[in-house]
Nanobody, 115 residues
Framework: QVQLVESGGGLVQAGGSLRLSCAAS????????MGWFRQASGKERVFVAA????????RYADSVKGRFTISRDNAKNTIYLQMNNLKPEDTAVYYC????????WGKGTLVTVSS
């Protein structure tokens, strides 16, 4: 089992920045692929960014490339999503996930970007 706890969401004006954190506990020794999805109100959950824990390789959705950066801290078993130049369309609940055969999800953290 893997437990994921997100933090760092909040309200920010367009053009501002936020950093989300996702702390993992449990079966983290397996060094999974971890990342973020987001779900806007009334829409489906969509991929945002991911990082391979072992290699550090990252990938991003086209909509966030150049604005968001995903990173990891091995010692803290935590991944981060640095979000810059936020836009109102980035408003969503952001969910952390980990792929370990099964996919584990956090409960989400709300990001609201005002125009």
């Amino acid at each position: 089992q893997v437990q994921l706890v997100e933090s760092g969401g909040g309200l920010v004006q367009a053009g501002g920045s936020l950093r989300l954190s996702c702390a993992a506990s449990g079966r983290t020794f397996s060094r999974p692929v971890m990342g973020w999805f987001r779900q806007a109100s009334g829409k489906e959950r969509v991929f945002v960014a991911a990082i391979n824990w072992s290699s550090g390789t990252t990938r991003y959705a086209d909509s966030v490339k150049g604005r968001f950066t995903i990173s990891r801290d091995n010692a803290k078993n935590t991944i981060y999503l640095q979000m810059n130049n936020l836009k109102p369309e980035d408003t969503a609940v952001y969910y952390c996930y980990a792929e370990l055969g099964l996919t584990y999800w956090g409960k989400g953290t709300l990001v609201t970007v005002s125009s």
